[in-house]
Structures are given as C-alpha cells and as structure tokens.
C-alpha cells in the first residue's frame, strides 16, 4: 500500500494547516467567536478558492506519415521513430506542415 498522497489530499492538508496557524496564532476566547471565526475560514474564498483548470486545445491531427508527401528517407526516418513511440501518427498538423521542404529541418521539439 502506497503511502503516497494525492494532490487532494495535499491540498485538504494545506488548508487544514493554515487554518490550524491563523486559529493558534490569534486567539480568541469566546466561544461564539472562535466557531464563527472557524466557519469563516472554511469558506471558499477566505483561504482558498476551487481549482479552475482549463486544458489546452488539441492538436489538428493531419495524415499518416506513409501519406505525406516528403522525401523518402523522411518518410522512412519518421516510421523508424513512429515504431519506437518517438512520434505519433497521424501526425499533427503543424509537425506536418513544417516537415515539408523547404522546412523539412525545422521540426518542432514537442514530444
């Protein structure tokens, strides 16, 4: 079994830990205060707001690299690579468009 924690679980920590800091540090003693003070604090927004992720758009995909229309030892260099999971087929279409001449030199690094 992995002791390993997840990120919400490293995150729930996090919050816990400052909430536990500011609770310590400032201390009130009215027992009315400290559980509004606690309710506060566990408000989104107060310590922390919910993640927001946005994923990048996906690569246009173009045609296989056995369709394409490239030099042949291209051809062959990016079907060796394509067999070593190096490059992915069908190729993407700015990989594909900057494979052929005169760009044929300039392959972007976004394995």
Known sequence: MSSTKTI???IAEIRE????????TYHVGHEVLVDQRHQLLEEEGVLYRAPYIESTPRYKTSRSFSELD???TAKKL???RLTLALVSSPCFLILHTLIR?????QL???G
């Open 70 to 72: 490239i030099p042949t």
């Open 8 to 10: 919400a679980e490293t």
């Open 78 to 80: 990016l079907t060796h």
């Open 17 to 24: 830990a400052l909430r536990e800091y500011i609770e310590a």
């Open 108 to 110: 972007p690094g976004t």
């Open 101 to 105: 001449p005169p760009h044929l030199k």
